[in-house]
């Protein structure tokens, strides 16, 4: 399954890295940047993150929040977090249940077995809780500023 434009973004409760919960309604009104991502403490999911998070200013000037989401727990992100400088919270999706409501959760074939994991995607969701972008199989490098320019045409 696959979201699409159009669709209404599935709402989520998730403990962040302070195991405070952060709904997707508490951001009713914004626009939301959700990033999913495989793993924290990787080179190529730090560099993504990291990216996201030093345009935090630049997002909010465009009305919107970036909430980054993977299967790592809440401890995990806080070392994370606490290691790279992030300030964009980080959810723990521990039972990968938004993962599979947002079509991240996929198989992929790794050294001839089937394995499932966190496809790197990025939905950007609208005032009123619609998906405008959804963006499977990303590429990291860049990826914040093509979002950042997304979000801009929005406006036009």
Same mark, same amino acid.
């Given at each position: 399954?696959?979201?699409?434009?159009?669709?209404?973004?599935?709402?989520?409760?998730?403990?962040?890295?302070?195991?405070?919960?952060?709904?997707?309604?508490?951001?009713?009104?914004?626009?939301?940047?959700?990033?999913?991502?495989?793993?924290?403490?990787?080179?190529?999911?730090?560099?993504? /993150?990291?990216?996201?998070?030093?345009? =935090?200013?630049?997002?909010?000037?465009?009305?919107?929040?970036?909430?980054?989401?993977?299967?790592?727990?809440?401890?995990?992100?806080?070392?994370?977090?606490?290691?790279?400088?992030?300030?964009?919270?980080?959810?723990?999706?521990?039972?990968?249940? /938004?993962?599979?409501?947002?079509?991240?959760?996929?198989?992929?074939?790794? =050294?001839?077995?089937?394995?499932?994991?966190? /496809?790197?995607?990025?939905?950007?969701?609208?005032?009123?809780?619609?998906?405008?972008?959804?963006?499977?199989?990303?590429?990291?490098?860049?990826?914040?500023?093509? /979002?950042?320019?997304?979000?801009?045409?929005?406006?036009?």
């Amino acid at each position: 399954m696959r979201l699409e434009i159009g669709d209404p973004a599935p709402q989520f409760a998730l403990p962040d890295a302070d195991l405070e919960t952060v709904r997707l309604s508490d951001y009713a009104g914004k626009r939301v940047v959700l990033i999913f991502y495989p793993k924290d403490c990787t080179p190529c999911c730090t560099k993504q /993150v990291t990216d996201f998070s030093d345009h =935090d200013a630049d997002f909010a000037r465009l009305g919107a929040v970036v909430l980054g989401i993977n299967r790592d727990d809440s401890q995990k992100h806080q070392l994370f977090r606490e290691k790279e400088g992030i300030g964009m919270p980080l959810l723990s999706d521990s039972d990968g249940t /938004v993962c599979e409501k947002y079509g991240v959760w996929q198989a992929k074939e790794v =050294d001839g077995q089937e394995k499932y994991g966190i /496809v790197r995607s990025t939905f950007i969701i609208d005032r009123q809780g619609v998906i405008r972008q959804a963006l499977y199989n990303v590429n990291y490098k860049g990826h914040a500023a093509e /979002v950042l320019k997304l979000i801009k045409e929005l406006d036009t």
